[in-house]
């Protein structure tokens, strides 16, 4: 059974950073993508960014460019979301979700993703 559980969510003042981590189990990195989309209060949920382990990051935010990155550490079975320059737009929950793919979607549809996370809340103030 896939299983994603995301956690480092909190409150942070502009400019600050946090890591959000999702903990991935029930499947291996190198058959599935890992997606992280975040949903603000009254807005539909967006992609944010996208790891493969055959063609690394995707960016499905232009916002996020020079602020945000996505590793992995496959011995812990783990997806990081590392983001500086944090901005009170930020504030959202953000999912942690996988899909069945080689290469992450070049478009980031939820509905290519099968698996998601409980999320976690990010609160930027300004």
């Known amino acids: 059974e896939v299983q994603l559980v995301e956690s480092g969510g909190g409150l942070v003042q502009a400019g600050g950073s946090l890591r959000l981590s999702c903990r991935a189990s029930?499947?291996?990195?190198?058959?599935?993508?890992i997606g992280w989309f975040r949903q603000a209060p009254g807005k539909e949920r967006e992609g944010v960014l996208c790891?493969?382990?055959?063609?690394?990051?995707?960016y499905y935010s232009d916002s996020v460019k020079g602020r945000f990155t996505i590793s992995s550490d496959n011995a812990k079975n783990t997806v990081y979301l590392q983001m500086n320059s944090l901005k009170p737009e930020d504030t959202a929950v953000y999912y942690c979700?996988?899909?069945?793919?080689?290469?992450?979607?070049?478009?980031?549809?939820?509905?290519?993703?099968?698996?998601w996370g409980q999320g976690t809340q990010v609160a930027v103030s300004s």
């Open positions: 979700t996988t899909g069945r793919w080689f290469v992450c979607p070049t478009l980031p549809n939820t509905y290519d993703f099968d698996h």
């Open positions: 029930g499947f291996t990195f190198d058959d599935y993508v």
């Open positions: 790891l493969s382990s055959s063609d690394g990051a995707t």
